[in-house]
């Protein structure tokens, strides 16, 4: 039998191991979080189900264009949600939209997103913890405002006041509209529109702005979200559409959304920042 010294030294050296797992990733060299065969990466979350998914809203296709995808069908509301937290990374994804759509959201806006620094347990943007969501800031992705930043506010079940992430960053006086050229202004429990988001815009199926950056409906969209600490940077198709500073949340999960719209992801990747 150990002496208790021996087994307290262990105890204590197991709960700092465990601490040290549980710390957020820094990538130092790519990391591959889609890897072409399976949702290995991931977990689900539907509101319906839970970490269920008997329906298969999210699955692995063998090839669509030529390469295997990611196919979230849209018919629940939730995600697929990685199973590390990450900090400090160069998010780089391909998307596109399918075809199908489902009620409520059948003849709207096709819909979903990429919440990233996500933080607590999944359901956690209601305080009944059925939320499809979590606290998190969003990479917003629908038609006409692929790029726009939702600030997503959520719970923890030991205290009772919302915990709301904040940024800052420059806006178009009068609007919540990115202009790096705006006036400052610290955010949070909104949602900051991309630089040239149509004024507009109508939450219609198929909608096309007048000077999207998002490509059309079938052809694949290069998505890049920089988070450097609290900064954060968005591209969409090579154009930066949102900078933010200072921002509260820092690290966490990505959720990548169903929202009643089908839609493929065949890249989704961290990287290196470069400093």
């Keep these: 039998m150990k002496p208790l010294r021996s087994l307290s030294l262990s105890l204590s050296l197991a709960l700092a191991l465990a601490a040290r797992a549980a710390e957020p990733i820094t990538p130092r060299e790519p990391i591959v979080l889609f890897n072409g065969t399976d ?11 839970g970490k269920s998914d008997p329906d298969h809203v999210f699955t692995v296709v063998d090839q669509i264009d030529g390469a295997p995808a990611i196919r979230i069908s849209g018919q629940y509301y939730g995600g697929i949600v990685t199973k590390a937290e990450y900090t400090n990374y160069r998010l780089v994804v391909e998307c596109r939209w399918g075809l199908v759509t489902w009620k409520p959201r059948h003849d709207r806006a096709r819909d979903s997103g990429i919440l990233l620094h996500c933080q607590g347990e999944e359901g956690n943007a209601a305080k009944a913890f059925n939320s499809p969501w979590m606290r998190s800031v969003e990479f917003q992705i629908i038609e006409g405002g692929t790029g726009d930043v939702i600030l997503v506010a959520g719970y923890d079940r030991d205290r009772p006041d919302v915990i709301a992430p904040s940024l800052k960053t420059k806006v178009t006086e009068g609007t919540k509209r990115w202009n790096p050229s705006g006036i400052p202004g610290e955010f949070s429990k909104v949602r900051i529109d991309w630089l040239r988001r149509d004024p507009d815009w109508k939450d219609v199926l198929g909608f096309r702005g007048r000077a999207d950056a998002e490509k059309p409906t079938g052809q694949w969209n290069h998505l890049e979200a920089i988070c450097d600490g609290g900064n954060i940077t968005y591209f969409v198709n090579g154009e930066k559409v949102m900078e933010a500073w200072d921002g ?28």
Excluded: D, M, Y
């Design 248 to 275: 509260s949340f820092k690290h966490g999960r990505l959720l990548f959304q169903s929202e009643g719209a089908e839609i493929f992801f065949r890249k989704i990747e961290l990287h290196p920042l470069k400093k």
């Design 39 to 49: 949702l290995s990466n991931f977990t689900t979350w539907e509101t319906k189900h």
